[in-house]
Every structure is written in structure tokens, then in C-alpha cells.
């Protein structure tokens, strides 16, 4: 158990549709990441958030969005969903110190009919 | 970050060492080489990092060349439940608070110990 939490575990949906993932980062993890793993794309990392702030952005489309509440968790939001959207969803945090070793939370896995 | 290289996929028998090689020809004199695997479909787990001597914990060991180009991880006795993908990661050190670095995963080694 890494001490990262995301909800909800499955999620399935239709296309067109909005959906929320969450993620709890391990107590005083200022750090959190997003991450996509899909079967042709590998993991790949979408964006990053600092103490509420947005710190570095990778290949996250347009139409999804995230943000980091002042309790430090954060929500990855997905909107106007494709086929092609299907994937496990990951948050990992980290304590942001010298180790930088990043703790994942067991995923959300997104199926979009 | 740099790019690393790593096989598809290797063996191994259960009991015995498994050695999983990396290059990363280009990384920089500010760079970690870190390890994370993944069971199935689970969250990627820490396993170890080094900079340019060798690291051993109590998961594993990682050799480093002494030109930084390639690095080993070694799992010492591998068990059925090492089965895994096997990331090796080049990133950038951290250097204060807030500078904390996303992980740029490539393809990974897919790890089948057996009997």
C-alpha cells in the first residue's frame, strides 16, 4: 500500500461524456502527478501540480483538466470523451525531497463505450 | 530527460539473479538513473536510484559504468512474484523544494521468472 488513494476503481462511460477521477496523496506529499497508461501509448505522463499550483503540463489534451485543492487532493477531470480516452488513470505523489521517489496510487481504470 | 534503452523482455528462473540491463548514452552530469517496476496492471512501484556508484537495498542492487552510459539492475534471488515490467528512468536531481520531476517512462523489460 503506497499511501496514494484514487477513486473511483472502474469507471465506465459513454462517449460525449464528463467524468471526475480523484486522487489522495500520502499525508504531506505536497507533489502530485497525473499519469495515462493506455496499450498503445505506454505511460505517459499528463501534468503535475505543486501545493495547489500547476507545475509542469505534459501531453494532456485540451479536453481534460486538473486542479489541486487546498487539502492537497487533487482531481483529474475528463470531458467530451472518446474511444480512444479508454486507460488506466494514475496519481502518484511525492514528499519533495532529496529520494524523489514518486508513490503511485493503484489507478482508475476509464472504459468509454 | 535522457533516453534509455532497454530489451523487451528477458527470463529468468526463479532462485536465480536477474539482470536487467539500460542504456542512457546521453544522460547529464545532473541526471539519476532510477528504477520503478509494474505488476500487471498496479501502480508503478520505487525499486532504487544512483547517481554514479553502485546502490543496494533491500529490493535490489544497481551497478552503474563508471562512464555513466549504462547501468544494471540486479534482483538477487528472483521470485514468481518479480514478474514484472521494469522501468529504467533517466531524471533530472532534485534540487529544492517544488523542483520535483515527472517521470518519463519508456517501454520498460518485461521480467517472466519462472520455475
Known sequence: ?113 | DAKTTQPPSMDCAEGRAANLPCNHSTISGNEYVYWYRQIHSQGPQYIIHGLKNNETNEMASLIITEDRKSSTLILPHATLRDTAVYYCIVRVAWMRTGTASKLTFGTGTRLQVTL
Do not use: M
Request: charged residues 20%; proline residues 4%; negative net charge.
Open chain 1, 1 to 113: 500500500d503506497s499511501g496514494v488513494t484514487q477513486t473511483p476503481k472502474h469507471l465506465i462511460t459513454a462517449t460525449g461524456q464528463r467524468v471526475t477521477l480523484r486522487c489522495s496523496p500520502r499525508s504531506g506529499d505536497l507533489s502530485v502527478y497525473w499519469y495515462q497508461q493506455s496499450l498503445d501509448q505506454g505511460l505517459q505522463f499528463l501534468i503535475q501540480y505543486y501545493n495547489g499550483e500547476e507545475r509542469a503540463k505534459g501531453n494532456i489534451l485540451e479536453r481534460f483538466s486538473a486542479q489541486q485543492f487546498p487539502d492537497l487532493h487533487s482531481e483529474l477531470n475528463l470531458s467530451s470523451l472518446e474511444l480512444g480516452d479508454s486507460a488506466l488513470y494514475f496519481c502518484a505523489s511525492t514528499e519533495d525531497s532529496g529520494n524523489n521517489e514518486q508513490f503511485f496510487g493503484p489507478g482508475t481504470r476509464l472504459t468509454v463505450l
